[in-house]
Nanobody
Framework: VQLQASGGGLVQPGGSLRLSCAAS????????IGWFRQAPGKEREFVAG????????YYPDSVKGRFTISRDNVENAVYLQMNSLKLEDTAVYYC????????????WGQGTQVTVSS
């Protein structure tokens, strides 16, 4: 599976961005998908996940209520809508695929930079 993340950019605090993760090489409708981010000098952080079956979603408290993950199985893509962005949301954002029965994520996109700055 190849993943291409896009949609990052520069936004002011309080603004919104929508990240996209387009998959190729394999349909991802049967896989769990996650979005992660990594800021300079910090460890990679999970920010959103969606299951393959009923589409259950998962968020850490740091983004809950502001970020929304969704998937479009027809487009073979996953999205991350980010609202009310804060300075601390600045990071490189990655999408990743977890194969069935696996504990970790197996395929990763190249990342897209999100910068929140006034």
């Amino acid at each position: 599976v190849q993943l291409q993340a896009s949609g990052g950019g520069l936004v002011q605090p309080g603004g919104s961005l929508r990240l996209s993760c387009a998959a190729s090489g394999r349909t991802i409708s049967s896989y769990a998908i996650g979005w992660f981010r990594q800021a300079p000098g910090k460890e990679r952080e999970f920010v959103a996940g969606i299951s393959w079956s009923v589409g259950s979603t998962y968020y850490p408290d740091s983004v809950k209520g502001r970020f929304t993950i969704s998937r479009d199985n027809v487009e073979n893509a996953v999205y991350l809508q980010m609202n009310s962005l804060k300075l601390e949301d600045t990071a490189v954002y990655y999408c990743a695929v977890r194969l069935p029965g696996r504990a970790g994520y197996d395929f990763w996109g190249q990342g897209t930079q999100v910068t929140v700055s006034s």
